[in-house]
């Protein structure tokens, strides 16, 4: 058994000792190298082969052809289980693994992200002369 003593003596020592617990959220901690959060996607380099639809375990990722040579991702994070699969298995670097992990949402709609491709450089359609 403790001697009240002792426990005092503990107590104030504590008193001057760094904390061993961090003020999270207001101080963020760094996540360490390797960790595997939030995915992100590069829609340049996707080359649609749907390596990444086909290796992930959780169904989780959707890759959609938007136009020539342009894909986006529905990346469904209430069913991702953050194993980066799909990172290792795209040929182009397209998918990565993010830091980011504050994913908890109260609308679910919400855990469904899209990566858009960047159509901007698309040339329109020629109108067609009537
Ligand atoms: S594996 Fe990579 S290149 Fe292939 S469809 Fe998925 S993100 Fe695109
Ligand atoms: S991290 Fe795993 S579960 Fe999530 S989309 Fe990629 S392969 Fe699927």
């Not at 340049?44 to 749907?50: K, L, Q, T, V, W």
């Not at 830091?99 to 990566?115: N, S, Y």
């Amino acid at each position: 058994m403790i001697r009240p003593g002792k426990m005092i003596l503990q107590v104030l020592q504590s008193l001057f000792q760094k904390p061993a617990t961090t003020r999270y959220p207001f101080v963020k901690a760094p996540m360490p190298k390797g960790f595997r959060g939030k995915l992100r996607f590069t829609s340049e380099r996707c080359i649609g082969c749907r390596a990444c639809m086909r290796d992930c375990p959780a169904a989780a990722i959707t890759i959609r052809k938007v136009g020539e040579k342009k894909f986006e991702a529905e990346i469904d994070l209430a069913r991702c289980i953050s194993c980066a699969q799909c990172v290792d298995s795209c040929p182009r670097d397209a998918l990565e693994a993010t830091p980011e992990f504050e994913l908890a949402q109260l609308d679910p709609t919400k855990l469904k992200v899209v990566f858009h491709a960047n159509l901007a450089d698309v040339e329109d359609e020629p109108a067609t002369k009537t």
